[in-house]
């Protein structure tokens, strides 16, 4: 079973910067899209990042244009999302996720098949 596994959470202030990774197993992972979804407490689970499958093209939420950057290494097999400029309201679980349609990269979480167990990130004022 495929399995994606995220590392990089913790707690950080305001202003500062983390760097979260997501390593999987799966075989073809470069045909997948991929995508970050975080969700905080008490709320719904909210689209992040996404990027193709080749990873020339990406999508942010408004949220987090220009402070947030995914990319992925197909060699390893792993997808990134730095976060910089952090700010209280990015505190949440982070997820990953992978999209193994053949069609353009997805902010719908039910647009994805393979879900990480999540990573948190705690930005403290």
């Known amino acids: 079973q495929v399995q994606l596994v995220e590392a990089g959470g913790g707690l950080v202030q305001v202003g500062g910067a983390l760097r979260l990774s997501c390593a999987t197993s799966?075989?073809?992972?470069?045909?997948?899209?991929m995508g970050w979804f975080r969700q905080a407490s008490g709320k719904v689970r909210e689209f992040v990042a996404a990027i193709s499958r080749s990873g020339p093209s990406a999508d942010y939420a408004d949220s987090v244009k220009g402070r947030f950057t995914i990319s992925r290494d197909n060699d390893k097999k792993t997808l990134y999302l730095q976060m910089n400029s952090l700010k209280p309201e990015d505190t949440a679980v982070y997820y990953c996720?992978?999209?193994?349609?053949?069609?353009?990269?997805?902010?719908?979480?039910?647009?994805?098949?393979?879900w990480g167990q999540g990573t948190q990130v705690t930005v403290s004022s």
């Open positions: 996720a992978a999209d193994r349609s053949y069609g353009s990269t997805s902010s719908v979480p039910d647009e994805y098949d393979t």
């Open positions: 799966a075989r073809n992972f470069s045909k997948d899209n």
